[in-house]
């Protein structure tokens, strides 16, 4: 797959704990996007957040929350991204989900 130039980068704020049919929903979202072809997807877990219920989620020792904040990053090409929008909003119950431009640089395969 070629990549460059304008492009879309989709991000998908949530719960570690968040799943969809069973599964981490991270781990759903990413499944999705592979089979729907797109170009990668990149899962982040965060060590401090806090969401629309403003409840801060910390990874320190003596907090009890284990329910760390996770964004999945994913840029394709418009029409890609749109082929998994459906999947994101029957999947993502609870978080934020956003879109923006940007301007792929480089992307590269062995």
Do not use: Q, W
């Not at 982040?44 to 806090?50: A, N, S, T, V």
């Not at 929008?85 to 431009?101: A, N, R, Y």
Request: glycine letters at 6%; charged letters at 30%.
């Amino acid at each position: 797959m070629k990549l460059s130039g304008e492009s879309i980068l989709l991000r998908i704020f949530f719960s570690e704990n968040d799943k969809y049919k069973g599964k981490p929903l991270y781990e759903a979202i990413v499944f999705k996007a592979r089979e729907l072809n797109l170009a990668g997807a990149t899962v982040l877990k965060g060590m401090l957040g806090f969401g629309a219920d403003s409840r801060i989620h910390s990874a320190k020792l003596l907090d009890l929350s284990n329910a760390l904040p996770v964004v999945v990053e994913i840029v394709d090409t418009e029409e890609n991204i749109n082929k998994l929008m459906p999947f994101i909003d029957e999947s993502v119950k609870e978080g934020l989900v956003t879109k923006e431009k940007v301007n792929v640089i480089k992307y590269t395969v062995k």
